[in-house]
């Protein structure tokens, strides 16, 4: 197997985006005031010990029924449009797809999204259609359609199931990633992924990737000081290769820095195609 493929990895909320998915979509369409809503649910998370990402699903149902509101998959499709990317996002893929097609023959590029927010919105987002898989926390639809429970939860720590779900290429619930596949045979080897996040909450993913030798990155918004600090902090930590505003516009810093990456790890594909 070649493994000529470079898997670009990205947290959504606070990483593409400027805010999270719901403060675009599910928050205002509920009227929910957003600093109470979420104090609401760390103060049950503290109190019964709960999961943070259970809790706050749970209680977006329990909101639209005191509102007469039913959360559907037409529903979550309607919001996605409300969502705000970063100044070059929406054209950052293709860029990218051209910039490696243009300088590195026989090297693909895959871009995967693994987000704790709501895989229904994302699915409807305009963004989908660039990439190769996301991956996000679903609810359980009943035969009418409407949401009923949380089926599946991403949280900071599962999040790194789903890179080696990428890794040894089975993306399907259904398909366990459990049993041992020699390194030589998974599709995208970690040392090919670059992982893009924004924060303290993708330091598990950011952790492994490093550990498995590939490589990391931390953005930031241009002028949110706090966050600068801590997208710093994960760069002293050797948490993550280097950081850069969240500018995905071509020929910013990150795009600069970006594709010089992608001319490295394309470097060593080619001399150990070459050698094997």
Request: charged content about 25%; aromatic content about 10%.
């Amino acid at each position: 197997m070649k493994q000529n493929t470079i898997a670009l990895v990205y947290d959504f909320d606070g990483t593409l985006t400027p805010k999270t998915m719901q403060e675009y979509t599910i928050i205002p369409r509920l009227k929910l005031n957003s600093n109470k809503f979420w104090a609401d649910i760390l103060n049950e998370a503290n109190a019964t010990d709960g999961e943070i990402m259970m809790i706050y699903m749970r209680q977006l149902i329990s909101h639209a029924e005191s509102l007469g509101i039913k959360i559907t998959k037409d529903e979550f499709t309607f919001m996605a449009d409300k969502i705000k990317y970063f100044r070059g996002v929406k054209n950052w893929f293709t860029n990218i797809n051209n910039y490696t097609k243009n300088n590195h023959k026989n090297i693909k590029v895959s871009h995967y999204v693994i987000s704790a927010g709501h895989h229904e919105i994302l699915q409807a987002t305009s963004i989908r259609k660039n990439l190769t898989n996301i991956f996000g926390s679903q609810y359980y639809f009943d035969k009418h359609g409407n949401a009923t429970f949380p089926k599946i939860v991403v949280t900071d720590t599962t999040k790194t199931q789903f890179l080696f779900r990428i890794n040894k290429g089975k993306e399907k619930f259904s398909e366990s990633i459990n049993s041992h596949m020699p390194e030589n045979s998974r599709p995208i080897p970690f040392e090919n992924m670059i992982y893009v996040g924004d924060g303290l909450t993708d330091v598990p993913s950011m952790a492994l990737i490093k550990k498995q030798n590939g490589h990391a990155i931390s953005v930031y918004p241009k002028k949110s000081n706090q966050q600068k600090k801590v997208s710093y902090d994960l760069l002293s930590a050797n948490r993550v290769d280097f950081i850069a505003e969240a500018d995905y516009t071509k020929n910013s810093p990150l795009y600069k820095k970006m594709c010089l990456l992608i001319d490295m790890i394309s470097a060593r594909i080619k001399y150990e195609n070459a050698v094997s």
